[in-house]
Nanobody, 124 residues
Framework: VQLQASGGGLAQAGGSLRLSCAASGRAFSNTAVGWFRQAPGKEREFVAAISRRGDNTNYADAVKGRFTISRDIAKNTVDLQMNSLKPEDTAVYYC??????????????????WGQGTLVTVSS
């Protein structure tokens, strides 16, 4: 199973970035998919998740209203649109495959395959 995250980079506060997660084969076609992030010196934390069919989503309070997770089932990709970025959003962002089909799970223990991470840096 290979998950490839891309789209990270440098943005100014208030700006936007769009991350994308692509999977090899049908790596996450039957499961929910999540995004996590790890800021320097901090533990990895949940950001957002989307259900297998894309009809349910779940967000961390810190990003609710600013980030949107979506998936293209035909293309086997999951995107994270990040708007109104803040310096505290600076982190390495990881996509991950859930063990479950719904988006309610947000613990790392509920995800069993991870991408390599993409760095997002937000300047003030």
């Amino acid at each position: 199973v290979q998950l490839q995250a891309s789209g990270g980079g440098l943005a100014q506060a208030g700006g936007s970035l769009r991350l994308s997660c692509a999977a090899s084969g049908r790596a996450f076609s039957n499961t929910a998919v999540g995004w996590f992030r790890q800021a320097p010196g901090k533990e990895r934390e949940f950001v957002a998740a989307i259900s297998r069919r894309g009809d349910n989503t779940n967000y961390a309070d810190a990003v609710k209203g600013r980030f949107t997770i979506s998936r293209d089932i035909a293309k086997n990709t999951v995107d994270l649109q990040m708007n109104s970025l803040k310096p505290e959003d600076t982190a390495v962002y990881y996509c991950a495959r859930s063990l479950y089909s719904d988006s309610d799970y947000y613990s790392e223990a509920h995800f069993n395959a991870w991408g390599q991470g993409t760095l997002v840096t937000v300047s003030s």
